[in-house]
């Protein structure tokens, strides 16, 4: 993945996001599921120099807190037949430390008239 780097660009109190924080982030293309290999943590989201940045570290933080909540599916072998598909058993669910955490973007609290 490219990045670009900014000459002359002022990072304030903030330090330089770490390889490992910025090859966590990714796109805003990236899915739910967090990275196979790099680790994100919310403390790095604070490295970041600009909010979106800053928005998307912590989304993939916390969907990486929430796929490490339920690494594998305990109904998985109620999953099966007709029975099953028709009264499936409820799930234990994952409470997100943060809202944007579940949002399927970053801007997903922006304020339009179009969405009211």
Same mark, same amino acid.
Do not use: C, W, Y
């Given at each position: 993945?490219a990045?670009r780097?900014?000459?002359?660009?002022?990072?304030? =109190? =903030? &330090?330089?996001?770490?390889?490992?924080?910025?090859?966590?982030?990714? /796109?805003? $293309?990236?899915?739910?599921?967090?990275?196979? /290999?790099?680790?994100?943590?919310?403390?790095? !989201?604070? /490295?970041f120099?600009t909010?979106?940045?800053?928005? $998307?570290?912590?989304?993939?933080?916390?969907?990486? !807190? !929430?796929?490490?909540?339920v690494?594998a599916?305990?109904?998985?072998?109620?999953? @099966? &037949? $007709?029975?099953?598909? @028709?009264?499936?058993?409820?799930?234990?669910?994952?409470?997100? $430390?943060?809202?944007?955490?579940?949002?399927?973007?970053?801007?997903?609290?922006?304020?339009?008239?179009?969405? &009211?």
């Amino acid at each position: 993945m490219a990045t670009r780097i900014r000459k002359n660009s002022s990072q304030g =109190r =903030r &330090g330089s996001p770490s390889a490992t924080a910025r090859e966590s982030v990714g /796109t805003v $293309l990236s899915t739910f599921s967090g990275p196979s /290999t790099a680790a994100l943590s919310r403390g790095d !989201a604070d /490295t970041f120099s600009t909010e979106p940045q800053r928005r $998307l570290a912590t989304q993939k933080a916390g969907a990486q !807190a !929430a796929s490490a909540a339920v690494p594998a599916n305990p109904l998985k072998a109620a999953d @099966h &037949g $007709l029975d099953a598909g @028709h009264s499936p058993q409820p799930g234990q669910p994952v409470v997100p $430390l943060d809202p944007i955490d579940m949002a399927s973007t970053v801007t997903e609290d922006a304020v339009s008239s179009k969405v &009211g």
